[in-house]
């Protein structure tokens, strides 16, 4: 019975090659975006999840809490991981962790620097604890090793990129930034993609030249501690011995400012206030979006099925007929036009395998992410195949045949089938409907986010970031002991105007936070300030705009300071003259001067944060970037010159820049990213719900060619029919912009109240995505309309 339902159901398909391309092809898109769409979440929802003790390691966050709000660092006090271990021994493991960033590294030979190597990101200074909570293997030595000073184990891959091969690494000499000699001890197997640790070098703590500082109110977001919480303890309870540690190690005045509390391991790649040491995370709401997107685009295929199978129902009339004559019930007929729907979803899941297959590449690009289709590594994917196969037939196919399998066979055969099934065509409109709500929101969400982002990419940031390059430099007493010979070599050259030495640019992701006390206060303040620490040059090389005041002198040691005017509203300060000689004082008067300056605010991060309150000042001891504006007709020439000079300069240090205005781009990532995919999944919906159109058109085309032909008889034009069946379709595509505005507009309103710059809505990006879905749909309808128009009458009207 079974092979004669598929012999039955290959021979129909092939009969009707136009609507099985079609039904093919809608359902594989589908079917394409929801197993990419699968393949993302799998990835970004698997970060950590292979460490076998995962549900009991937990990292202490630090939260903040000042006038603007409550805020939360993955970085804690120096002392903390020590004093947590000996305060409550109840805990398991401790374990203190910091990150390095740009770190160099050269190969010693005879002490020699043979190879030299640069590293962003990846370094770590760790105890051995930090592999009795996670899982990284080791393939060489063991984790004790790292409890020593000056020892340094290297991932496998970075082992060979240093030595060629991982065991040729085994106790050779490597110095990091021109100043540790370090012993590698050990090799530890490659980071798993899917882990916030992506380890490149573990050097051990106590290398680490914090290691033993005592400071309790510095805070980096580099320094962290994790704890493996013991069974019988809840990080609920445990965070309520919190509150009395903070005040028992930290400064009285400063105990109300800043709290810890523990968070799950689980929770850390989602987090995007606290953040993570790969500095990329991604929002639950972002992955339940994606996860409707997929849930919507595999409905709008459904209904075209549904659409393009009912629009066949009466080509198919007397052939259902003529098996109910012969003895074919209903279950039997049903279960035969099933089948032709088992036989389109897998013809469906192997164009959609193949999509996916083609288009991977583009997609891990966009993305920046390892993806990958295996299914012998990833059998889930397997899962999900088959798994959709049975959703999509059942769902695509229930209702075509109920359908088809009920028809009458008397009214078939007497070919009366048309005048009596025009009451499934309301299903089949309220479908189409669907489909246009969900594309024309897709529409609209896609041009407010590429609206945002070019807001993003042409306001003002309140300096000059163009043709400014920004290049490291070394950070020891030897390396900035050549600033000076440096700036006067570069501004030699004419191609160069200005140069300046700071901590960062004007905006970076990388922050420096302190209190302080202003004008003689016993109180520090109840904010931090940004410290933008640099030299007198730095105003002029950016262009900021001083607003009262004047620059602060020349100097290797903070005399004098500059604030913005955002500083001076925390403060309660209207006019920036008043502000003029009070004096700030930082660290229990570590840093003591007065304001000389105030410049008009500017933006210190990207603009989906609020301005800060910035203080800015000479402290030649932290200048780790030289700031170098340069001409931009001859760009390529003046960086062959910076380079060639910082060679001869730092011969021990690779050389690498950066243009700020690319690294202030790189900021909004994600939303570029997502901007990407809303275009794609737009563009995918549009495409979907145009074949759903068709299919809608070719069903009435079939009901209605006898109105057609009287009507042509009674002397209508093409022109009119045309206009026949557009009017229709006009009307829906216009219910569905009239339901899909309101609500695609809520959802982005929310979406932009995550920025606190923004764009307003604009009336237009409606009408621009409601005018452009009723021009496609009518491009679309057209086809079936024109034909319908030109047929013969006289044929149409003919009866048997």
């Not at 088992?342 to 395998?353: K, Q, W």
């Not at 034009?717 to 206009?723: E, F, M, P, R, S």
Request: proline share 4%; charged share 20%.
């Amino acid at each position: 019975m079974f092979q004669n339902y598929f012999k039955t159901a290959i021979r129909n398909l092939i009969r009707n090659k136009s609507y099985t391309t079609i039904n093919v092809l809608g359902l594989g898109v589908g079917i394409a975006v929801c197993l990419m769409i699968f393949l993302v979440i799998q990835f970004e929802t698997s970060f950590d999840n292979f460490h076998t003790k995962k549900d009991r390691i937990y990292r202490v966050l630090t939260e903040f809490k000042d006038p603007s709000g409550i805020s939360h660092s993955s970085g804690v006090p120096f002392p903390l991981p020590k004093t947590l271990r000996s305060d409550f021994p109840q805990l398991e493991k401790v374990t203190a962790i910091s990150s390095d960033n740009n770190s160099l590294f050269a190969i010693v030979d005879n002490g020699q620097s043979v190879k030299k190597f640069k590293e962003e990101q990846g370094v770590f200074y760790t105890e051995p604890e930090f592999f009795e909570i996670f899982d990284f293997p080791w393939l060489y030595g063991e984790a004790k090793s790292l409890s020593e000073p000056n020892n340094i184990a290297l991932t496998k891959e970075t082992a060979e990129k240093y030595f060629g091969s991982w065991k040729n690494a085994i106790g050779k000499t490597i110095k990091k930034d021109n100043r540790y000699l370090l012993k590698v001890v050990g090799i530890i197997d490659n980071a798993p993609a899917n882990s916030d640790f992506q380890l490149k070098t573990v050097i051990s703590y106590k290398t680490f030249s914090n290691s033993n500082s005592t400071d309790w109110v510095s805070v980096s977001s580099n320094h962290g501690c994790y704890v493996l919480m013991p069974d019988n303890i809840t990080p609920a309870s445990f965070n309520k011995f919190f509150p009395g540690f903070v005040k028992k190690y930290r400064p009285a005045e400063r105990v109300a400012v800043t709290g810890q509390l523990l968070q799950s391991i689980k929770e850390v790649h989602y987090d995007a206030d606290a953040g993570n040491f790969i500095g990329r995370t991604i929002s639950k709401e972002l992955i339940n979006t994606l996860k409707l997107i997929a849930l919507f685009i595999l409905l709008i295929a459904c209904v075209n099925f549904i659409n393009l199978s009912t629009a066949q129902s009466v080509n198919r009339a007397k052939e259902v007929s003529i098996r109910k004559v012969m003895g074919s019930n209903r279950k039997q007929l049903g279960l035969q036009f099933l089948s032709e729907t088992t036989f389109i979803t897998l013809g469906a899941v192997i164009v959609a395998v193949l999509i996916v297959v083609l288009a991977l590449p583009y997609v891990k690009s966009l993305l920046v992410l390892p993806l990958s289709f295996n299914i012998v590594q990833n059998p889930s994917i397997l899962i999900f195949l088959l798994v959709t196969t049975v959703a999509v037939t059942i769902l695509a196919g229930f209702y075509p045949s109920i359908v088809l399998s009920g028809f009458n066979p008397v009214t078939a055969l007497k070919s009366k089938l048309i005048a009596k099934s025009t009451k499934g065509i309301s299903l089949r409109r309220s479908l189409v409907v669907t489909q246009f709500i969900i594309a024309q929101g897709l529409i609209i969400g896609t041009l407010i986010i590429v609206k945002q982002m070019n807001y993003f990419q042409n306001a003002s940031m309140g300096f000059d970031k163009e043709a400014m390059l920004t290049v490291p430099i070394p950070t020891d007493s030897v390396g900035r002991s050549k600033i000076d010979y440096l700036k006067i070599a570069l501004m030699k050259n004419p191609e160069i105007r200005n140069v300046s030495f700071s901590f960062t640019p004007p905006t970076n992701q990388g922050n420096w936070f302190s209190d302080f006390k202003f004008d003689h206060s016993l109180k520090n303040s109840d904010f931090g300030a940004n410290l933008k620490w640099a030299d007198a040059d730095y105003i002029n090389t950016y262009k900021l705009e001083l607003v009262a005041g004047r620059n602060y002198t020349r100097g290797d040691t903070t005399n004098e300071i500059i604030v913005n005017e955002e500083l001076l509203k925390r403060l309660g300060i209207t006019n920036p003259q008043e502000a003029i000689n009070k004096e700030i004082d930082m660290w229990d008067g570590q840093v003591k001067a007065p304001i000389v300056g105030v410049v008009k605010d500017f933006h210190s991060q990207s603009l989906q944060s609020a301005i800060d309150p910035i203080m800015m000042g000479n402290y030649k001891r932290t200048y780790r970037t030289i700031n170098i504006k340069a001409q931009q007709k001859n760009i390529h020439e003046t960086i062959a010159f910076i380079e060639n000079l910082w060679t001869t300069t730092y011969p021990d240090y690779v050389f690498e820049y950066k243009f700020l205005d690319e690294s202030i781009a790189n900021f909004y990532q994600k939303e570029k990213q997502l901007s990407q995919l809303y275009k794609i999944f737009a563009a995918i919906a549009i495409f979907l719900s145009c074949l759903g159109l068709y299919g809608l058109a070719s069903f009435m085309a079939v009901q209605r060619l006898k109105e057609v032909g009287i009507r042509k008889v009674l002397g209508a034009t093409v022109q009119n029919v045309i206009y026949l069946f557009s009017k229709e379709f006009i009307v829906l595509i216009t219910i569905a912009f009239v339901i899909a505005t309101p609500i695609a507009w809520y959802l982005m309103h929310q979406w932009l109240q995550d920025f606190v710059y923004r764009i307003d809505i604009s009336w237009w990006i409606f009408i621009i995505a409601g005018a452009a879905s009723l021009i496609i749909a009518l491009i679309t309808v057209s086809f079936q309309a024109i034909k319908a128009a030109i047929s013969n009458p006289i044929k149409n009207l003919r009866t048997e």
